[in-house]
T-cell receptor, first 117, second 111 residues
Framework: GAVVSQHPSRVICKSGTSVKIECRSL??????MFWYRQFPKKSLMLMAT?????????EQGVEKDKFLINHASLTLSTLTVTSAHPEDSSFYIC?????????????FGPGTRLLVL | KQEVTQIPAALSVPEGENLVLNCSFT??????LQWFRQDPGKGLTSLLL?????REQTSGRLNASLDKSSGRSTLYIAASQPGDSATYLC??????????FGTGTRLLVSP
């Protein structure tokens, strides 16, 4: 159990366009979802935390108007990269928690590779 | 600010060797620590989760230890196999729903 999916798995877009990435918890309702970014050969950096029905909390240095997060239901969160630029090219990974228990693990999606030309 | 470091950054070993990956963190106020495996271009697979009150966890050929007071964790892999080749990440749960990830160790096990 505790499967998280992401769609698409990879996307190529032109500079200036917007791209939406979906994160779904397939067999559980997620109280909280997280979005991470990973640069090549680097570790994961938390971008934002989203709770269903409320505004996302962004980490310092992450532009909330550039990376729009919508958590419309307990099983779906979306990340929209607006007016994408080549420097937004990266690997984006989402994760989800089943409960509010602090000690509980997060379940990670397979990631989305974004390439902006 | 919590910082997590992993040593070595890369490791290459012949098949069959036992090996140890190291993870250190600067703030000992953690809820738990988790080891993940990441294959190239893929997401994360959770390997072991150690709560702050625990000293170690074992799963098959993997054993992870935690010394919270000294800010260290190790992942021991016994009898390594080529299929173990991947990047291994440790992450500490700082509370406030946040995981802070280490820099990763890229492991290559050659046949």
């Amino acid at each position: 159990g505790a499967v998280v999916s992401q769609h698409p798995s990879r996307v190529i877009c032109k500079s200036g366009t917007s791209v939406k990435i979906e994160c779904r918890s397939l067999d559980f309702q997620a109280t909280t979802m997280f979005w991470y970014r990973q640069f090549p050969k680097k570790s994961l950096m938390l971008m934002a935390t989203s709770n269903e029905g409320s505004k996302a909390t962004y980490e310092q240095g992450v532009e909330k108007d550039k990376f729009l997060i919508n958590h419309a239901s307990l099983t779906l969160s979306t990340l929209t990269v607006t007016s994408a630029h080549p420097e937004d090219s990266s690997f984006y990974i989402c994760s989800a928690k089943r409960t509010e228990i602090i000690q509980e693990t997060q379940y990670f999606g397979p990631g989305t590779r974004l390439l902006v030309l | 600010k919590q910082e997590v470091t992993q040593i070595p950054a890369a490791l290459s070993v012949p098949e069959g060797e036992n090996l140890v990956l190291n993870c250190s963190f600067t703030d000992s106020a953690i809820y738990n620590l988790q080891w993940f495996r990441q294959d190239p271009g893929k997401g994360l697979t959770s390997l072991l989760l150690i709560q702050s009150s625990q000293r170690e966890q074992t799963s098959g050929r993997l054993n992870a230890s935690l010394d919270k007071s000294s800010g260290r964790s190790t992942l021991y892999i016994a009898a390594s196999q080529p299929g173990d080749s991947a990047t291994y990440l440790c992450a500490v749960n700082t509370g406030f729903q946040k995981l802070v990830f280490g820099t990763g160790t890229r492991l290559l096990v050659s046949p």
